[in-house]
């Protein structure tokens, strides 16, 4: 089976992979919080192909982190991925940034066997006490839709009250500091990685589940704000 190649854009984490189902090929990642993606991500593309002799026409389609996330990193990705496809005439593969942590969670959790939870909830940043977020149970099957939420120190207290939660992603030491229930766990160190796109990636490939490549657009789920550097707001130079 040809590879798939798939792209994760959507926090500090820049990420390539290449391979099919759970079988990895390679990866190419930066985990560096001041990552620049517009540089970085099609160095990592042209050396991961190049390393393993591929040509975009022998892939077998482009996998993307659909959002939520960085507006910035999304479309920096969508557009990378985009062009490979148009250039190539391979597929176009959304997969959800929050379902694929949720993936990287569960393998997580087969190394790490000291808690066992009910639920998986990845949490993206979104600035100030917001977050992107999502609960899946421990088949990584989605039990809540998409939102942006606002934590504070009620937040999944419900759930907390009778089931165990594990928390990921860098959104998470927001929850941190607010949930202090002795059912909730969490993953300081769980970095986003375009190999946990592999198996939901080949799922949507087999199933033909494809995007238009012409009119895809990201999952941002809010609108983008451009912000002003404050020098520039006190007129300084």
Known sequence: M??????????????????????LIDVEESHDPNNNHAKNLTVFIKNLLEKHNIKPANLAGVAISKGPGSYTGLRIGVSAAKGICYGA?????????????????????????????????????????????????????????????ILDKSSYSDLLSTKKILFLGNGSPKAKDVIKSTNAAFIDDFMPSARFMLPLASRLFNQKKFEDVAYFEPLYLKDFIATVAKNKVLGQK
């Open 2 to 23: 040809n590879p798939l190649l798939c792209i994760e854009t959507g926090t500090p984490t820049c990420s390539v992979a290449l391979g099919f189902d759970n079988k």
């Open 89 to 149: 005439n391979l597929p176009l593969i959304a997969v959800g940034s929050l379902n694929a942590m949720a993936h990287g969670a569960l393998v997580w959790l087969t190394q790490n066997r000291q808690f066992a939870p009910d639920i998986v909830c990845p949490m993206i940043d979104a600035r100030r006490m917001e977050v992107y977020t999502q609960l899946f149970n421990i088949k990584g099957e989605s039990i809540s839709d998409v939102e942006a939420k």
